[in-house]
């Protein structure tokens, strides 16, 4: 018996996707005061790095945040190591820290127990989560609701674009920089504009419904975006896929390149220009399948398939952006092979970890 192809405008993913603008635009009118606020403790404390505790997506957003906090504020951010603090007890010394714990549920426990350690510790805790009374946002000194609403579908999307906004308000806050807060408010507006190009992203789409394996590559702010997207495609298609930055591809991966081999390059505008030509050149050379993410038309005629953003966001900003049409493709071709895009085999809306 052949089932019936699901509909895919009634699914939760779906409308989440298309909820994104309307998200970014809640979160920026509710909780700019108390960023703001925030960010004054923060100063008055003056601490000199910052420790992110995050698990899956969330980690992502993570990953963004070192470069945004390490290039904008000059401030040097590590990932947690939370067997640290759950399996081997033996937490590190995080003194004049800022601790920030990042989870869309708020509810995993090895999360929770970074926060924890921090308060005890004296250490400065914000919790960044969609539901600020779960166990995270009771843990932390400070919590950030992101605002993105229920959250059906099992895939995070509009929770990731709002933990990435959230991070950045903290950035452009603490910085009192004007520039950047009207940069940050233009976002629902430009994240509007992305979700334009859902048409041409689902014909490119179905060119891959045989894909086995591929990879991701961003670098600076968009490595974050490689690995969300890579994400995205394990969890909604089943695709093997791994995510790189350009520079650690070329020590080694390099060698997996084959003839039609697809390599995803994510590439807004921006100071990483000359690597990602000189990267794509390489790839070129070695007769990989290139599909290029970019709004340079510089990049998209190097491609084999361009991907054109509609709308060029300041590169800080990009991961914002640069993301929607990851997730739109990964619901695509998930959807051309008959997966069903809320509720992908094995996983569950709330992991637990410890």
Known sequence: MIEKKQCLTDTYLYR??????????????????????????????????????????????????????????????????????????SPPRMDNALVLGISQSGSSPDIVEVLVEARDQGALTIALTNHPRSDL????????????????????????????VGLAMLSA?????????????????????????????????????????????????????????????????????????????????LAMLDTGFPVFVIAPAGMMFPEMRNFIDTLNEHRAEVIVLSDDDRLLRKSRIPLRLPITVPEWLSPVTSIVPGQMFAMFLAHYRNIDVDRPRSLHKVTRTT
Not at 139 to 148: E, L, P
Request: contains cysteine; proline residues 3%; aromatic residues 10%.
């Open 16 to 89: 989440e996707i298309y909820q994104q603008p309307e998200v970014l635009h809640k979160l920026l009118k509710d909780e700019t005061n108390h960023i703001q606020e925030i960010c004054e403790q923060i100063r008055k404390r003056k601490v000199d790095h910052v420790v992110i505790a995050a698990r899956g997506t969330s980690d992502n957003a993570a990953r963004y945040a070192q470069y945004l906090f390490g290039a904008k504020n000059r401030l040097s951010v590590g990932l947690a190591t939370p067997s640290l603090f759950t399996i081997y007890k």
């Open 137 to 164: 946002g009771e843990a932390a000194a400070f919590t950030i609701d992101i605002k993105a609403g229920k959250e059906h579908s099992i895939a995070a999307t509009k929770t990731y674009t709002s933990e990435l």
């Open 173 to 253: 806050y603490l910085l009192e920089d004007e520039e950047m807060v009207n940069a940050i408010n233009h976002l629902p507006m430009w994240m509007d504009e992305t979700l334009k190009i859902a048409d041409e992203i689902n014909q490119i789409t179905e060119r891959y419904r045989y894909m086995r394996d591929c990879v991701v590559i961003g670098r600076g702010y968009n490595y974050a975006t490689a690995f969300e997207f890579a994400l995205k495609l394990k969890e909604l298609t089943y695709t093997l896929v791994a995510p790189y930055s350009s520079a650690d591809f070329l020590h080694g991966p």
